[in-house]
């Protein structure tokens, strides 16, 4: 998988360019079907995982311009001192990017998926794709979230819309704090948060009977202990001056950023999205026998000719080159 991820990777970049290289990455059906040509199952939430640790494997030890941190687990904790090793420029805006991007699908996505995979896919430039994954344990079945952010294709807002895709077979109701409905939302809270905390305690520790009575069951404002108010109380001494600022704060996580939002929908009328963002490939086989098992013979014949076609380009020799290119035309 490793050896055909990187010829495959060569090819991209030789023809096109990294951050050609890098939108592809952040495009749902292209990192699907890449996962099938490895070798993995289509439906499968291992597809990911391993199409990313091929990718990691295979990018990082050669320099072809795209180097790749994190993982699955407790891989993924380790992404900013692996950024910090690899990366050349913009090293700590491409930790930010990694960190925030997390916490917006853990805390502004609430859509009942638990993410256990982040990968950072950057650039000597510093363009940038984020490709992670979670899972629902009610339901078992997970969900992958795809960021991008090059010259071309630069992110504008972590906070309102900023996914090029999130893909999951499953489709529920989803509290989205980045949808374009939610943003007097989050202005609302930004508005609260700035206020004096004391004014919040009594929704936010169950002190006053108008939640219960006026909002639906599933709607009901979770009560808040006493390290929530505290974070609260440095948010308020920060004064944060825009949403993404008070979503970055070490400490507001899920329950905060839903507590504020509901306060702003109960008390303000702040309308708030409860849409699922979330949108809905073999050649060589796939690991589980289907449609046929794995055929690793064929698998490193395709490797070597794709080698020997980025030898022979690299000389000037691309009749193989441009005949992948009019294979196409067959499908």
Same mark, same amino acid.
Not at 111 to 134: A, R
Not at 211 to 221: A, G, N, T
């Given at each position: 998988?490793?050896?055909?991820? %990187?010829?495959?990777?060569?090819? +991209?970049?030789?023809?096109?360019?990294?951050?050609? #290289?890098?939108?592809?990455?952040?495009?749902?059906?292209?990192?699907?079907?890449?996962?099938?040509?490895?070798? $993995?199952?289509?439906?499968?939430?291992?597809?990911?995982?391993?199409?990313?640790?091929?990718?990691?494997?295979?990018?990082?030890?050669?320099?072809?311009?795209?180097?790749?941190?994190?993982?699955?687990?407790?891989?993924?904790?380790? !992404?900013?001192?692996?950024?910090?090793?690899?990366?050349?420029?913009?090293?700590?805006?491409?930790?930010?990017?990694?960190?925030?991007?997390?916490?917006? /699908?853990?805390?502004?996505?609430?859509?009942?998926?638990?993410?256990?995979?982040?990968?950072?896919?950057?650039?000597?430039?510093?363009?940038? !794709?984020?490709?992670?994954?979670?899972?629902?344990?009610?339901?078992?079945?997970? %969900?992958?979230?795809?960021?991008?952010?090059?010259?071309?294709?630069?992110?504008?807002? $972590?906070?309102?819309?900023?996914?090029?895709? +999130?893909?999951?077979?499953?489709?529920?109701?989803?509290?989205?704090?980045?949808?374009?409905?939610?943003?007097?939302?989050?202005?609302?809270?930004?508005?609260?948060?700035? /206020?004096?905390?004391?004014?919040?305690?009594?929704?936010?520790?169950?002190?006053?009977?108008?939640?219960?009575?006026?909002?639906?069951?599933?709607?009901? *404002?979770?009560?808040?202990?006493?390290?929530?108010?505290? !974070?609260?109380? %440095?948010?308020?001494?920060?004064?944060?001056?825009?949403?993404?600022?008070?979503?970055? $704060?070490?400490?507001?996580?899920?329950?905060?950023?839903?507590?504020?939002?509901? *306060?702003?929908?109960?008390?303000?009328?702040?309308?708030?999205?409860?849409?699922?963002?979330?949108?809905?490939? #073999?050649?060589?086989?796939?690991?589980?026998?289907?449609?046929?098992?794995?055929? *690793?013979?064929?698998?490193?014949?395709?490797?070597?000719?794709?080698?020997?076609? +980025?030898?022979?380009?690299?000389?000037?020799?691309?009749?193989? *080159?441009?005949?992948?290119?009019?294979?196409?035309?067959?499908?």
């Amino acid at each position: 998988m490793v050896q055909l991820c %990187r010829e495959i990777s060569k090819i +991209i970049l030789l023809e096109y360019s990294v951050d050609q #290289f890098l939108k592809r990455m952040s495009n749902p059906f292209f990192f699907q079907a890449l996962g099938c040509v490895l070798g $993995f199952d289509w439906h499968s939430s291992g597809l990911t995982t391993t199409t990313c640790a091929a990718l990691k494997e295979a990018l990082n030890r050669e320099n072809l311009g795209v180097k790749v941190a994190g993982g699955k687990g407790s891989a993924s904790k380790k !992404t900013p001192e692996e950024i910090r090793s690899l990366a050349t420029c913009d090293v700590e805006r491409l930790v930010y990017a990694s960190r925030l991007s997390a916490k917006v /699908d853990n805390a502004l996505v609430q859509d009942g998926y638990q993410l256990y995979h982040h990968t950072i896919l950057f650039s000597e430039d510093g363009s940038w !794709t984020v490709v992670q994954q979670g899972l629902n344990p009610e339901n078992g079945y997970a %969900r992958r979230y795809h960021w991008l952010s090059t010259k071309e294709v630069k992110l504008e807002s $972590f906070v309102e819309e900023p996914h090029q895709a +999130i893909c999951c077979d499953r489709r529920g109701e989803t509290l989205d704090l980045t949808s374009k409905r939610s943003q007097e939302a989050r202005e609302v809270s930004l508005d609260l948060v700035k /206020d004096d905390p004391k004014h919040l305690e009594k929704y936010l520790t169950g002190q006053t009977s108008l939640v219960e009575f006026h909002l639906p069951r599933s709607h009901l *404002i979770p009560r808040m202990g006493e390290r929530c108010l505290r !974070t609260l109380r %440095r948010v308020y001494e920060a004064q944060p001056r825009t949403y993404e600022e008070l979503v970055s $704060f070490r400490g507001v996580g899920p329950k905060t950023v839903r507590a504020l939002a509901l *306060i702003s929908k109960l008390i303000y009328g702040a309308e708030l999205s409860w849409v699922d963002p979330a949108k809905y490939s #073999f050649a060589h086989g796939g690991k589980d026998g289907i449609p046929y098992p794995v055929n *690793i013979k064929l698998m490193e014949e395709s490797t070597q000719m794709l080698k020997q076609a +980025i030898e022979e380009a690299k000389i000037g020799v691309k009749d193989k *080159i441009n005949a992948l290119k009019r294979l196409e035309t067959l499908i």
